[in-house]
Structures are given as structure tokens and as C-alpha cells.
């Protein structure tokens, strides 16, 4: 007797996301000359060991390596944007990039996300970060437009690199919790300003920050 029959769930929105991003990699690498890849090895190399580095021949064998590094993924593809941007590459930026990631995107929302856990399976780059999670006010949905400009915000407010706040996810309530990865010797600058209800905190709309496990800090709002 045969058994029950499996449902083919086909190609769903994820899958569609997950090829247009391969895809967007797969593009860029095309349009990269061997000099210019050569050059995106270089800045990859204190990720990268020289000698696996020489056995990649293309940039798209790069992108994977800083895909299974963790170092880039859908959401967070800043790390690419400013190597093509130090490399006079705005062209691949505006053209390849930005239609990716356009500003009206919706960003699809984790409603498992909890505050003060950590995930599992690390890289070694991100063992030296920790996890913050602000509660952001008078947001409704997050679009990329929201993110980029909340990620450039702490990046600007801690004194690093966008590339280096990571977007781990979201979750939607009566405010929106979001889950970002910095490095640890700039979470203590964001505790202080946590501590001190910065205004520019408050500018930006955050009821509370979260380093790791610790203690959620309120920030007042003047």
C-alpha cells in the first residue's frame, strides 16, 4: 500500500530572494576585471589565508567564502559596497547593489526573535563581537530605507564602519525590536549613551538597548 503523498511546496519568496542574491553576486563578480579581483583578495586577506585565497580565481568564489564566513548575507552586504566603493566601483554600487536592495523593501520580520541570546556556530570574526538589540519607537514595518539609516546611525554613534554593524533581524510589536551585531570594544560606548538617555538616542527613537544578556536599559525619552 502506498503512503501518504508529500505536498511539493515549489518556489516560494524565500527562494526568490535567495537567487536574485546569488545572482546580484554573480554579477558583480562578471563585471570585475582580474586586476580588480585580485584587489577584493587583498582587502579579504586578514579573512582570507594567501594561500587558499590564490586557489580562488574569480570574485564570486570570494563572495562564498565571505558567505560561509558569515561576513556577508542577504541583509548585509555592506562589506561588499565599500570594497567596490574604495575601488572607485560606485557604478557596480548604484547598478547592482542598490537595485537588490531598493529602499521601499520591506524587510521580512523573525517573530522568534529574543533579546540576549546568542547564536550558535560563530565565525571567528564574529566571536569578537556581541549581540546589541534596541527597542525602536514610532516604526511600523522596517523597510531598507529604516535600516540603513538605523545602522548608519550606530555606526556614526560608535565611531566604525557600517560593514561592521551586522542586521541579524527584527520583530514587530506595540514598538520594533531590532537585533544588531557590533563589535565588543564599541558596546561600551553605546551602554553609556544607553545610561545617560543620549539625545541622540532619543532622536533616533530608542526605548531600550540590550548588550548580550544583560539588563535591557531604558532610555528616557525627553
Given at each position: ?120 556556530g560563530l565565525s571567528s570574526d564574529e566571536t569578537t563581537t ?93
Amino acid at each position: 500500500m502506498a503512503g501518504p503523498v508529500q505536498e511539493f511546496e515549489g518556489i516560494t519568496d524565500v527562494d526568490r530572494r535567495h537567487f536574485d542574491f546569488i545572482q546580484t553576486l554573480l554579477r558583480i563578480s562578471e563585471e570585475l576585471t582580474e586586476e580588480e579581483t585580485a584587489v577584493v583578495k587583498l582587502y579579504c586577506m586578514h579573512l582570507i589565508p594567501k594561500g587558499r585565497a590564490e586557489k580562488l580565481k574569480q570574485a564570486i568564489e570570494v563572495f562564498v567564502k565571505l558567505i560561509e564566513l558569515r561576513k556577508i548575507d542577504q541583509e548585509n552586504l555592506n562589506f561588499v559596497e565599500e570594497i567596490l566603493e574604495r575601488m572607485g566601483r560606485q557604478d557596480l554600487i548604484r547598478d547592482v547593489l542598490r537595485p537588490f536592495q531598493p529602499p521601499d523593501r520591506e524587510i521580512p520580520e523573525n517573530p522568534e526573535l529574543q533579546p540576549g541570546t546568542s547564536e550558535e556556530g560563530l565565525s571567528s570574526d564574529e566571536t569578537t563581537t556581541f549581540s546589541a538589540c534596541v527597542v525602536i519607537q514610532g516604526v511600523e514595518r522596517m523597510i531598507q530605507e529604516t535600516l540603513d539609516r538605523l545602522r548608519g546611525n550606530l555606526a556614526s554613534l560608535c565611531g566604525m564602519g557600517r560593514s561592521q554593524v551586522k542586521f541579524r533581524g527584527y520583530k514587530k510589536g506595540k514598538s520594533i525590536l531590532v537585533h544588531f551585531s557590533i563589535p565588543r570594544e564599541n558596546t561600551a560606548v553605546l551602554r553609556h549613551m544607553a545610561d545617560h538617555s543620549d539625545p541622540r538616542l532619543v532622536y533616533m527613537g530608542v526605548k531600550s538597548l540590550q548588550i548580550d544578556a544583560e539588563r535591557p536599559i531604558e532610555v528616557t525619552q525627553r
